[in-house]
């Protein structure tokens, strides 16, 4: 096969949700469906389990079974689909975000009682500011929840999309019948029965025929077709164009658990989902099929095995094709690397490979060398965009509590920080050290991870930090802008990429500070332009 076919050949996405929607289900059943997995049960949530011993310590045990979830691979039909695992919780959003970041696509699960949540609205919001196509799921249609048509507002109104319904149910819970598929012209029973994989289709490409009636009764039938053209009438027909662009969504229902609606999402995906897409970097936009190789770094996986420094770096392939054992140039450190045992991803397992085309992730076995954000090419000097930090939502002064580790302390953090699971300001009055975390579950993380990793200890102090916002100064030379720095030198810091940072100690100083020095504008994410 050549190079452009393997690239006509790949679908690389994430499925968002809040959680408990359905997307460790969902995402089982379409292993299922690409005979991936033999049975149910084999893919494991990465949900932190309410009623754990403690939530850290649950975490790392999650971070174990992680690794294996992280990218799940499997052929359908000829195509080779890459799931690229997104937590769902809310501490682990930034994880989320720069996942985001490496996939071509997205699915989003909604529960059909719960309609959309909150960490929904997050993560779609990002997905909507990059343009990234969405398909939407709205699962456990076996049970009782939202009407159809309400919660197509809702996820209009909240997710501010502009979405297209592609199946419609039948009922509902208790009278759920099945789901007509307006992609394909056929109805679909529901049996209620999960053992089954393939579910039996009848066609009925035309709703007035009273093969309907048969098939569901004719009091469901009438109302499916009033329902349908409601649809026609309110929605706009489906457009590739518009979705490949971010700007229209299809929907479709089902019940992830029942295996019910999943056939349907996963052949309307494969046809209209994105391949590879190009992406944008510092210096020109790269597509896939350049002869070059280039890649970026998007997740670190660091000291499973606390006896050996091991760290698994994840790269997503977007132009030319990698192979085992050529160097190529790690742009920010100017070094070449070489790699003699490149990971693919399967399913179940991890294997080496030999090639790996754009959209691929490979996994490359790291002593230290790479950081989140990182670029890899056959040797152009291009810098990926697109993996911004946020302003964490909790600071807290972070101190050696064993002056012997100092060291080990600096070590610690230092590869922490690389591996994205918090931020490190150093302010710039005294030196001391800032730790800004998304959720307050990273802080126990951290301190559990700087003494099993590398033998240091920490305590945390409380520091009063409203946002952290990354000074952007229209005239870094301008009386305004050193006015600003001498007045606000306590609040001062450095990101660990050197850039300025303010941190406000409330939204009110925020505020003044803005009115009061306008040429100093602040961003709450640490790129722009
Ligand atoms: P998540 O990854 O988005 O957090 O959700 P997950 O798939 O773990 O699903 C959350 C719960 O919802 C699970 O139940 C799961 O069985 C259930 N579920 C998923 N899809 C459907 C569906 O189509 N219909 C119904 N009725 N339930 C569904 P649980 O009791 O929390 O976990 P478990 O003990 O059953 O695994």
Not at 7 to 28: C, M
Not at 83 to 106: M, N, Q, Y
Not at 468 to 478: F, H, I, L, Q, R
Request: aromatic content about 10%; hydrophobic content about 35%; proline content about 4%.
């Amino acid at each position: 096969m050549s190079v452009k076919e393997e690239i006509a050949r790949r679908r690389t996405f994430g499925i968002v949700s809040h959680p408990d929607a359905g997307k460790t289900t969902l995402t089982e059943k379409l292993l299922l469906f690409g005979g991936a997995i033999q049975e149910a049960g084999a893919v494991k949530s990465n949900k932190i389990k309410k009623g754990a011993t403690s939530d850290f310590m649950e975490i790392e045990r999650q971070r174990g079974i992680s690794v294996a979830t992280s990218v799940l691979a499997f052929e359908y039909q000829g195509t080779k689909i890459n799931i690229l695992d997104t937590p769902g919780h809310k501490d682990f959003a930034e994880d989320t975000f720069r996942t985001l970041t490496a996939v071509d696509s997205v699915i989003v699960v909604i529960d059909v009682a719960k309609g959309v949540e909150e960490q929904t609205e997050k993560l779609v919001e990002v997905c909507r500011m990059r343009n990234i196509p969405m398909i939407v799921f709205v699962n456990k249609l076996d049970r009782e929840g939202k009407d159809a048509f309400e919660l197509l507002d809702e996820i209009e109104q909240k997710l501010h999309l502009s979405v297209t319904p592609l199946s419609f149910p039948i009922g509902m819970g208790y009278d759920f019948k099945g789901i007509y598929n307006i992609w394909e012209k056929n109805v679909n029973l529901f049996s209620g029965d999960s053992r089954k994989n393939i579910e039996e289709t009848v066609e009925v490409s035309d709703i007035q025929d009273n093969i309907l009636d048969k098939l569901v009764g004719s009091d469901a039938a009438d109302n499916l077709r009033e329902e349908l053209e409601l649809v026609q009438g309110v929605y706009p027909a489906f457009d590739k164009e518009a979705y490949l662009d971010g700007h229209q969504q299809p929907v479709f229902f089902g019940s992830a658990l029942n295996s019910f609606g999943v056939r349907e999402l996963l052949d309307c995906f494969v046809e209209i989902a994105p391949t590879p897409r190009p992406k944008q970097s510092e210096e020109r936009l790269v597509l896939p099929d350049e002869k070059d190789f280039s890649g970026f770094v998007f997740k670190i996986h660091a000291n499973m095995d606390p006896k050996h420094r091991d760290r698994l770096a994840f790269i997503k392939i977007v132009s030319g094709v990698f192979e085992r054992n050529t160097p190529y140039l790690h742009v920010r450190n100017k070094k070449k690397l070489k790699f003699s045992s490149p990971n693919a991803f399967f399913a179940e397992r991890k294997q080496i490979v030999d090639i790996s085309y754009p959209g691929d992730i490979v996994g490359l076995h790291d002593t230290g060398n790479f950081k989140i954000g990182d670029t890899l090419t056959s040797g152009e000097e291009i810098h990926y965009k697109g993996i911004p930090s946020f302003s964490p939502e909790h600071f807290r002064y972070i101190n050696n509590a064993d002056p012997m580790k100092s060291k080990q302390l600096a070590k610690g953090i230092d590869q922490l920080m690389d591996e994205g699971v918090a931020q490190l300001f150093t302010l710039e009055l005294n030196g001391r050290k800032v730790i800004g975390t998304v959720g307050a579950l990273q802080y126990e993380v951290i301190q559990y991870r700087l003494e099993h990793e590398y033998g240091a200890k920490c305590t945390y102090e409380p520091l009063n930090v409203h946002k952290a916002c990354w000074v952007d100064p229209e005239d870094p030379k301008s009386e305004e802008f050193k006015e600003f720095l001498r007045v606000k030198q306590r609040f001062m810091a450095k990101d660990k990429r050197d850039q300025l940072v303010f941190l406000a100690d409330s939204a009110f100083s925020l505020q003044m500070t803005q009115q009061k020095y306008p040429s100093v504008k602040m961003h709450f994410v640490s790129e722009f332009d």
